[in-house]
Nanobody
Framework: QVQLVESGGGRVQAGGSLILSCAAS????????MGWYRQAPGKQRELLAS???????NYVDSVKARFTISRDNAKNTVYLQMNSLKPENTAVYYC??????????????WGQGTQVTVSS
């Protein structure tokens, strides 16, 4: 199994920055990719950024110029640096890990979520 614990959320004013952390434990070597999602009140959860085991990153267009996903393998931690935050970015942010439990068996684990509130 893979377990994820998120931290770093909080309240900031528009234009401010936050760094979210996602610490993984369990079958760390089985993780193929990790991603950051967000879910605003009354909205669907959406993918923001992902990073593969090879270090390749992908972003949705709305955050590519402002958000950066990175990882520290020594700490088993993935980060999301968020700059120039907007009130529209207010949401619960989740970390997800895709991992392999056996041949042809891929599972996803989710963090508990961390609240980000951007005020104007």
């Amino acid at each position: 199994q893979v377990q994820l614990v998120e931290s770093g959320g909080g309240r900031v004013q528009a234009g401010g920055s936050l760094i979210l952390s996602c610490a993984a434990s369990g079958s760390i070597c089985s993780i193929n990719a990790m991603g950051w999602y967000r879910q605003a009140p009354g909205k669907q959860r959406e993918l923001l950024a992902s990073i593969t085991s090879g270090g390749n990153t992908n972003y949705v267009d709305s955050v590519k110029a402002r958000f950066t996903i990175s990882r520290d393998n020594a700490k088993n931690t993935v980060y999301l640096q968020m700059n120039s935050l907007k009130p529209e970015n207010t949401a619960v942010y989740y970390c997800k890990a895709d991992w392999v439990a056996g041949p042809g068996t891929v599972f996803s684990s989710w963090g508990q979520g961390t609240q980000v509130t951007v005020s104007s």
